[in-house]
C-alpha cells in the first residue's frame, strides 16, 4: 500500500547516529560515533539485587499503573538533589518525572510551541531535541556557538527577528555535541536576553553532573527570578540510560500543563526503573558513583587529548571539555568533511559527521564529533591515529 505521511513527519529524517549504529556491526569496528554512558559505569549488581527485591516485596506497585508526576518518593529525591547540586527550584516551581529528557524537550515544546512558532538553539546541537522541535512543526533558528557559548550579539539579533520566537533551547554545561560549556558572563547574558524578548528558556543539562575538570558554574535555573527556565535533567548519563528516567523542573502553572500532555504520550513512565532509581538512590551512594564515572571519563577524555595532541597535524583544532561525553574536532578548509567521514568508515572507524548537529538542516560543517565513553583506551589509541593518518593523506 502507498502510505500518505502526515506533513509533520514526510520530511523527518532517522538520526544519523541511530543510522550509523547499524553499520557497528563489522569485526574491527571502532566507534567514536555514540552519545552513550561507558557500559562498566552501570552499577549491575546493586541494581540487580534491588530490583529482585523490588520484585519480592511490592510486585504490585511495580507492575501497576501509577501517577503522571512520577513516583513521589523519586520526586522527592529528584528535588533534594539538583537543590543541592545545583541551587535549583522555588516555592513557585513543581519538579515531575519524565521518560528521559528526550520526552522532558519534548513536552517543553509541546506546550508552549504552535506549528510554525520559533524555537532559537545553539548551532551546533541535540540533534534529538532538534527532531524533536521538527516533528512539532516549529522553526528552528540557530545561533552558532563559539568559545564560552552562544554568541550574544547573534542571539539579540535572532530574538529581534523573530517576535514569534517562544523557546530558547540551550545546554549549558558540556554541550552535545560540542563539549562546549558556557561561560558565566554569557550565561547571564542568556538570561537577561530572555527576559527582555519575553521568551522561555529550556535548560538541558544532561551531563552536569559530569565535570572533571575545573569549576561548576551556576545553572540558568539558579538565576531564575521569574518562572522563566525550564530545567530539563536526567540519570542516563549517571546511572543508566536504558531506564528512561529524566526529570523537568519549572513553574507549577507551566509543569501542570506539561503534565496533562504526558497523559497523553504514556500515561507515565515506566514505574519499575522509577522505583530502581529512588531505591538505588537510598540505598546507595550515587555521589559516589557519579565520582567513579568522572574518573572514568576523565582518564578516557585526556587519552584521546593525548592522542589527538600527539597525532593530529596542528590544523586540527578540537575543543578540550571539561566534563561529559564529547570533544568536536573542525578540519582545515582544505578537507571535505563529508568525504573525510565517509573515508574514516572505510577504515573502519565511526565519527558522527557536524552536518547532523546543524539547525539548519542544508548546511554544511567542517566539524565531528567525537565520544569518548564508550571507546576502550586501546580503541582511543588506535582510532585517533587512524583518523590522523587520513587527515594527513587527505592534506597531502
Ligand atoms: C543534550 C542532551 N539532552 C538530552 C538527552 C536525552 O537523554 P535521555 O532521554 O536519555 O535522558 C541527551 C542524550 O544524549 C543529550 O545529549
Avoid at 51 to 74: K, M, W
Avoid at 125 to 153: H, Q, Y
Amino acid at each position: 500500500m502507498q502510505y500518505k505521511i502526515s506533513d509533520k513527519m514526510v520530511n523527518m529524517k532517522p538520526s544519523a547516529i541511530r543510522e550509523i549504529f547499524k553499520s557497528l556491526g563489522t569485526p574491527g569496528a571502532i566507534s567514536f560515533a555514540a552519545g552513550n554512558p561507558a557500559p562498566e559505569s552501570f552499577p549491575v549488581k546493586d541494581l540487580a539485587a534491588i530490583s529482585a527485591d523490588i520484585f519480592e516485596n511490592r510486585p504490585s506497585q511495580a507492575l501497576q499503573y501509577s501517577v503522571t508526576e512520577g513516583y513521589p518518593r523519586l520526586r522527592e529525591q529528584v528535588k533534594a538533589r539538583i537543590r543541592e547540586k545545583f541551587n535549583i527550584g522555588t516555592p513557585e516551581d513543581e519538579t515531575i518525572i519524565v521518560t528521559g529528557g528526550q520526552q522532558g524537550i519534548e513536552l517543553t515544546c509541546k506546550v508552549l510551541c504552535n506549528e510554525g512558532d520559533v524555537v532559537i538553539a545553539e548551532n551546533p546541537s541535540f540533534i534529538g531535541a532538534l527532531n524533536s522541535f521538527r516533528s512539532l512543526g516549529a522553526k528552528i533558528v540557530g545561533v552558532d556557538v563559539e568559545d564560552g557559548g552562544m554568541n550574544i550579539e547573534a542571539l539579540e539579533k535572532a530574538l529581534q527577528e523573530n517576535p514569534n520566537a517562544k523557546l530558547l533551547y540551550v545546554i549549558p554545561t558540556f554541550q552535545n555535541p560540542g563539549g562546549f560549556t558556557t561561560s558565566l558572563e554569557k550565561r547571564k547574558a542568556i538570561y537577561a536576553l530572555a527576559r527582555k524578548y519575553a521568551v522561555v528558556i529550556l535548560e538541558d543539562n544532561p551531563y552536569g553532573e559530569l565535570r572533571f575538570r575545573g569549576e561548576d558554574l551556576p545553572t540558568l535555573k539558579s538565576m531564575d527570578t521569574d518562572g522563566r527556565v525550564v530545567y530539563c535533567g536526567s540519570f542516563s548519563k549517571v546511572l543508566s540510560a536504558g531506564m528512561r528516567v529524566g526529570f523537568l523542573c519549572g513553574n507549577e502553572a507551566l509543569i501542570q500543563k506539561i503534565v496533562v500532555a504526558k497523559q497523553v504520550e504514556d500515561v507515565h513512565t515506566n514505574i519499575f526503573f522509577q522505583m530502581l532509581c529512588s531505591e538505588y538512590m537510598d540505598r546507595c551512594d550515587m555521589d559516589a558513583h557519579v565520582e567513579e564515572i568522572r574518573a572514568l571519563y576523565r582518564a578516557k577524555c585526556d587519552k584521546m587529548l593525548e592522542c589527538l595532541d600527539r597525532e593530529m597535524p596542528e590544523e586540527v583544532k578540537y575543543t578540550r571539555p571539561e566534563g561529559g561525553l564529547f570533544l568536536w574536532c573542525t578540519l582545515p578548509e582544505k578537507i571535505d568533511s563529508g568525504a573525510f567521514v565517509k573515508k574514516a568508515v572505510e577504515k573502519n572507524v565511526f565519527v558522527v559527521p557536524g552536518t547532523a548537529f546543524n539547525c539548519d538542516e542544508t548546511k554544511g560543517s567542517p566539524s565531528f564529533r567525537l565520544n569518548y565513553s564508550m571507546p576502550s583506551m586501546e580503541e582511543i589509541e588506535k582510532g585517533i591515529k587512524i583518523l590522523a593518518d587520513l587527515v594527513k593523506e587527505m592534506l597531502a
